[in-house]
């Protein structure tokens, strides 16, 4: 039986421009709460409902510094993560939704070694992160 998997290789970040060199992408994680719904005839276990709103996260990435990094003074624009195909074809996915820069990272020069710099990115909810 084939193993189907997906490297992160070739997958790209974009928000209002592309972000090129890329070393890694953190992934999106989505949560809600459980709210407690316990009552005094509750017996043996809390009760527990889950919450109306979602907590759309951020995404952390990290790559080459060539110069710049995003803004993080700037409104909240698109941002477009394209997810490589899996080893069993298809087409790349795309993860989007609005998002504003939370953290800028500028790069540490260390001699002999290639300057990183780091940006995070939170979803702002008003379009919430979707697959396609």
């Not at 005094?40 to 990435?61: R, T, W």
């Not at 074809?89 to 504003?100: D, E, I, P, R, V």
């Not at 820069?101 to 702002?124: H, K, L, N, S």
Request: with cysteine; hydrophobic share 40%; net charge negative.
């Amino acid at each position: 039986m084939a193993i189907n998997y997906a490297t992160g290789n070739a997958a790209t970040v974009s928000f209002g421009g592309a972000i090129g060199n890329l070393i890694s992408i953190s992934s999106a994680v989505l949560e809600r709460e459980a709210v407690e719904a316990s009552t005094l005839g509750s017996a043996d276990f809390m009760e527990k409902i889950p919450s109306g709103v979602i907590e759309p996260g951020e995404v952390e990435i990290e790559f080459y510094y060539s110069g710049s990094v995003p803004s993080i003074t700037g409104d909240a624009a698109t941002l477009s993560i394209s997810i490589p195909p899996t080893t069993s074809g298809g087409s790349a996915q795309t993860l989007a939704g609005t998002a504003f820069c939370t953290a800028a990272g500028y790069p540490e020069a260390v001699r002999d070694e290639i300057m990183t710099a780091t940006a995070t990115f939170t979803w702002d909810g008003d379009t919430p992160p979707a697959l396609s």
